[in-house]
């Protein structure tokens, strides 16, 4: 989050997730503000910028800065949540990547989920939505050859190093679990 009282709003919010949230839990979730997470990265981020309001004030999310150390720490995928036009009307930097973003498609009011397995992609447009999609959004069986030989019937939950390392028990009737 860019603000330190954000984190702290978002934390209380996933405290109360972690008792009906999806398995691994919203414990495995870290959530920092970005003047703390400098010199880090994760493989995504999801970048909270919420800071609407009248004045279209943006406050220190103009400083070119904090912008570099927001958008550079994610490997593979950065989610960004926030009213992209207000930062834009405020800030030139806000607004070419604003306008990059509406070129390449890569701006909504949604949240892509993909099932890297199996292709399936499901939106997510309010936080209910996420209750809707099981295991990250696909509803196809794993499909994953298991070390007792048989396919694994559970649903797609993107267990492939767990099925890889045996780690994977067989739901079936089977004699090696």
């Known amino acids: 989050a860019t603000y330190l009282g954000q984190t702290f709003e978002i934390k209380k919010e996933l405290r109360q997730l972690q008792t009906g949230g999806p398995s691994g839990g919203a414990g495995s ?19 909270s910028m919420v800071r609407s309001n009248l004045d279209n004030n943006i406050g220190f999310l103009k400083a070119d800065n904090r912008i570099c150390v927001a958008l550079s720490r ?68 794993c499909g994953e050859q298991l070390d007792c030989g048989h396919v694994c019937k559970s649903l797609c939950h993107q267990h492939k190093d767990a099925v890889a390392k045996g780690k994977v028990k067989c739901l079936q009737p089977c004699a090696r679990h």
């Open 29 to 47: 979730v870290r959530v920092v503000a970005v003047d703390n997470f400098q010199g880090e990265e994760n493989k995504i981020i999801l970048l």
């Open 74 to 141: 994610a490997k593979h995928g950065l989610y960004i949540v926030g009213n992209m036009d207000a930062l834009a009307l405020t800030s030139t930097t806000w607004g070419r990547i604003r306008d990059k973003l509406r070129q390449r498609g890569e701006i909504g009011d949604w949240l892509e989920l993909r099932c890297q397995v199996h292709g399936n992609v499901n939106r997510i447009k309010e936080p209910r939505d996420f209750g809707q999609y099981p295991e990250g959004g696909c509803e196809m069986n």
